[in-house]
Structures are given as C-alpha cells and as structure tokens.
Nanobody
C-alpha cells in the first residue's frame, strides 16, 4: 500500500523558516517528487518539483527562498522554506509520480503570520 506522509508544517512568523518532509513508502520506483500548495479559495499550485537526475523547478514566487531536495535512499523529499511570507500560507501537499501514476499525501498546513 502506498503512503506519502508529510510533516514539518506549523505556524511561523513572517521572515521565518520551516522544513517540510515527505516520506514515501510502498512505491517501487519514483520518477519525480514535488510539493504543491493550496491556499483557501485558490487552486492547488505547483511549488517545486525534483525529477530523477536532480533537475528541479520552482514557481516564480518562491525562487530564491525555497529549496527542494530528495534523499533517494529514504524515498523522502524535503522543502526548505526560508523568508516565509503570509502569502505562503496554505496546505502543502506532497506528490510522487511512478511510471505515470500519481500519488498524493494528505497535506500539512503552513501558516505564516504577519
């Protein structure tokens, strides 16, 4: 059974940092992992993703502030978030792709206070 378990969300003041983690289990081979977020009343959007080989991409609004990384041995992806802004407040979801099949975590809430 496939599980994606996110952790690391919470409440932080603007300018602060958080590190999200997503551990995947039950997936034989992961081609790409990423983080999405959904703020209240908004559509879910891609924040960052990392594919096999280490290539990464980010939404413009987080470039220079967020860093995605992956530990292949642990099937875990991380999102280091620095210089957080109130507009980063959202539920952050982990996504994994394996042979065209998409898996989602249940999400972790990040709240940035001004």
């Amino acid at each position: 059974q496939v599980h994606l378990v996110e952790s690391g969300g919470g409440l932080v003041q603007a300018g602060g940092s958080l590190r999200l983690s997503c551990a995947a289990s039950g997936i034989f081979s992961i081609n790409a992992m990423g983080w999405y977020r959904q703020a209240p009343g908004k559509q879910r959007e891609l924040v960052a993703q990392i594919i096999n080989g280490g290539s990464t991409n980010y939404v413009d609004s987080v470039k220079g502030r967020f860093t995605i990384s992956r530990d292949n041995a642990k099937n875990t992806v991380y999102l280091q978030m620095n210089s957080l802004k109130p507009e980063d407040t959202a539920v952050y979801y982990c996504k994994a792709i394996s042979y065209g099949i998409i898996y989602w975590g249940k999400g972790t809430l990040v709240t940035v206070s001004s």
